[in-house]
């Protein structure tokens, strides 16, 4: 069979992509929070001796926003924002290169209550099965070929829904599972939980009880049941990831409705947070036909604003926005405060476990690193990283920490 010329260098791309994705998936970051979506890192290795100060082996602009960097393959994917256009584009790992870009027209105004955040984009992207899906500020939906950012499908919502993105903007990051790809789509007061098709983009299932909030989902099996859980507009709620069935929901409603925090699940408990509403855990059952999910207890000493929390073993890691910002640990299994920080270390910080250690990186561009442990420690050490603010989580790689601030993005090295 004789190929046409036009199609031969997008499949040697894309044949290369699969074979370089093989070989690198350690160091893959391909989705918010990573490979389980819950913060844990794997294959960093602790230098044997922390570094004065952190080597920058490359740093690029790429425009403004808050989405993080994935990874996959040995190639960076970044959503951002430059001018009145929204950039997607995938740079080489190893250089920092520009490897393919897209770009289209997004008008967004800002609410007067967040100028100070930008006009995004928010969301992260994800990286599956050689294809990129990124979520806009504005709620366009972009699914991408990683290997050269040729489009495959694209949708907007304008016609649906008399707002496209919450008041805040757009910032939950989709997930996918079993060739699902989960999305919250819609704004204000009229959205739905949607499964499309991650191949052709055909909606498969919606939940249509409530609109987004800014959490990001997670998937869990609960109760012999496969789940999505997340924060709405104004519930947690539980859904079946095979059909959207609404198994379970309580409602959660923040200041301003800013349901931020992406849940935690610990066994059978499902872990959350949000402004001034303490951190809680509850216990998602099934009787008889009906599901239930019961608070199993509530700390009020320690509260989440924009922070996700780490789980390792049966300590929870997380940021509080009490006292102008401090780190904690709470006993999942009481839900006592083991330990709380000193504050004043920031708005917000983004925290990464590996292995015994946390690497918190606050909007202030401090990448603190502490041991994850029972007992307060010292820090161990502390970074700056940036010269502008660090809102996006970073990504923690062997010997190296990729860092997105204001405009820039950069590769820092512990060696």
Known sequence: MIMKAQYRKPLVASLLFLVIAGVAGAQD?????GSNRDGSVAGFATPKTWPDQL????????????????IAGGRVFLHSRQGEQEIVASYDLASGKQLWKDAYAVAY??????????????STPIVSNGRLYTLGITGILTCYEAATGKLVWRKDFASQYKQT??????????LIDRGLLIAHVGG?????LVAFDATTGAVKWSW???????????????????????QSQQNVIGT?????????KIPFT????????????????????GLNKGVTALRPVKRGNVWAADEVWQNKEASLYMNSPLLRGDMLFGFSHRNKGQYFCVDVKTGKTLWSGDGRQGENAALLLAGDLIFALNNEADLTIFPATAKLQTPIRKYKVADSPTWAHPVLLPGRVLVKDANTLALWSFE
């Open 254 to 273: 923040t200041e301003y409705e800013q349901n931020i925090v992406t849940p935690v699940v610990a066994r059978d408990l499902v872990i959350i947070s």
């Open 109 to 122: 105004k800002m609410h007067p209550a967040a100028t100070g955040h930008g006009k995004g984009p928010k």
């Open 165 to 174: 993105s919450p008041v805040f903007g757009t910032a939950m990051s989709p």
């Open 188 to 192: 204000h007061d009229q959205g739905e």
């Open 208 to 230: 249509t009880g409530d609109g987004p909030g800014y959490a990001s989902p997670v998937i869990a099996e609960l109760g012999g049941v496969r789940q999505v859980i997340t």
């Open 55 to 70: 080597k920058q082996r490359w740093k690029i602009t790429v425009g403004e926003g808050h989405s993080s960097p994935v």
């Open 29 to 33: 970051w391909p989705q918010w929070r």
């Open 240 to 248: 079946s990831a095979a059909s959207g069935e609404l198994l379970w």
